[in-house]
């Protein structure tokens, strides 16, 4: 029984990226944690290689339309990746189930979960049917120099540290913080090559971060293989629905539920 639960939380969070492009590490680890009750190095473990699998798909898809920036993502996981190592290098010597990494996960997924919130909350808001018109036709026919051209080309390595870190530690950052991020960093790439850049940049990210929690004894393979199951005809389906859906509805309600959970992580 427990098995097709897993199934239909993997659906569920799959159909809910394919409609929103939201990060599924916001919703699958507190998912596991609250209602699943596995443990949270466990959690991040495992979804960190279910985010890696679920968007190299996306990120070949997109590749084959020509919309990733590969610079961008070369100078995010110049931070990142290194980040992430870092972390792992730390969760290693403290031990992934001692209390300490224990209490550093649980509070430090709360404040991702928040983060996550307040950008999704902003984007719903501010980011309006006819605004969104307006910022395209603002951003469209820049050079690929100057759209890839960062405010300072500091910005983008420190950025990618900051998310490789959270990352590592909660599997939560690349989705719409990330965004955020990158449409501050990169104030003329089109959106659609922002969510490329977002998309391709979190494989290697969350592949390296998973794989060092693998080696670590923090990946439950047969729950991971339960849920790649169900995502990935959620997000096929969530992918073909998303011109119907009422995307800043659905977003505005997930990010009360994810600030909820956020605190409740927090306040653990």
Do not use: N
């Amino acid at each position: 029984m427990h098995d097709l639960a897993f199934v239909f939380a993997g659906f569920a969070v799959g159909l809910i990226v394919g409609l929103t492009g939201v990060g599924g590490g916001s919703l699958m680890t507190p998912l596991l944690i609250f209602f699943f009750g596995v443990k949270p190095h466990m959690a991040v473990g495992t979804d960190l290689l279910f985010a890696a699998f679920t968007k190299m798909g996306g990120t070949v898809s997109l590749a084959r339309q020509r919309l990733v920036p590969w610079r961008v993502v070369g100078l995010l996981c110049t931070g990142s990746i290194p980040a992430a190592l870092l972390a792992l290098w730390a969760l290693d010597r403290m031990g992934p189930a001692s209390h300490a990494a224990q209490q550093i996960m649980t509070t430090t997924l709360g404040v991702a979960l928040l983060l996550t919130a307040a950008a999704m909350l902003y984007k719903a808001v501010a980011f309006s049917p006819a605004r969104a018109a307006a910022e395209q036709a603002r951003r469209a026919g820049v050079s690929e120099a100057e759209a890839t051209r960062p405010r300072h080309w500091s910005l983008p390595v420190l950025m990618g540290a900051v998310i490789g870190t959270l990352v590592t530690f909660t599997s939560v950052g690349a989705g719409a913080i990330g965004v955020t991020v990158l449409l501050m960093v990169f104030p003329l790439l089109p959106l659609p090559r922002i969510i490329a850049a977002d998309i391709a940049y979190a494989v290697p990210l969350t592949l390296v971060a998973g794989l060092g929690h693998a080696s670590l004894g923090s990946v439950d393979w047969p729950l991971l293989l339960q849920l790649l199951a169900g995502s990935l005809p959620g997000i096929w389906l969530g992918s073909r629905l998303v011109t119907r859906a009422p995307e800043r509805l659905i977003r505005s309600a997930l990010s009360v539920l994810l600030a909820w959970a956020g605190a409740k992580l927090v306040l653990i």
